[in-house]
């Protein structure tokens, strides 16, 4: 079974630091582009980041541009989110997610990019 | 960046229901809009991509439909196991936007 499976989660206290991991089994990961998504508790989904396959292409969102760093090892069939400078805003749960990337074939001919295999996620707590 | 809204924030219905959620993006996102569905402490799931294809093994029951700015995600007869909160999300642009979400309940 296609499965993504994260871990890292847990308390920090702000200012402080955590790298969360996703582990990818049953699919060719070196294939495919990963996001982060994430959910503060009660809120809605935020697209965090995303890599692309060959890790030529990284995206952040504002929110977190340079204090959070998306890395994968597809060696490892690994994805990986070093978080920095936590606040009490990055409070969530983390999903890492399957990208498919295809390419349009109706103008304006960009890339179709959605998200066909989630993990279950894993809890991020910034407090003191 | 560009903003998604959703209409209505949630809704109530009953089993058999037909249902249509608005999504609607601040620019145009031509067809790059996706549709999920998630369930309370579950992973989100897939439902439509590209405005309106439907995901393999997604029910029939669910479509998608827009282009540009407004789309649509229908359910043409509501079953229990819908009752959830549906997002749109933009793949237009590399900043992966979602919509606020619209929660289906009873």
Redesign the interface.
Known sequence: EVQLVESGGGLVQPGGSLRLSCAASEFNFSNYSM?W?RQAPGK????VS?ISSSRS?T?Y??SVKGRFTISRDNAKNSLYLQMNSLRAEDTAVY?C?RV?V?P?A???Y???????V????TTVTVSS | DIQMTQSPSSLSASVGDRVTITCRASQSVSSYLNWYQQKPGKAPKLLIYAASSLQGGVPSRFSGSGSGTDFTLTISSLQPEDFATYYCQQSYTTLFTFGPGTTVDI
């Open positions: 996001n998504v809605g989904l935020e697209w995303y292409a995206y969102a504002d999903y997610a498919v295809v349009a109706i103008p304006p960009y890339y179709y990019y959605y998200m066909d989630w993990g279950k996620g």
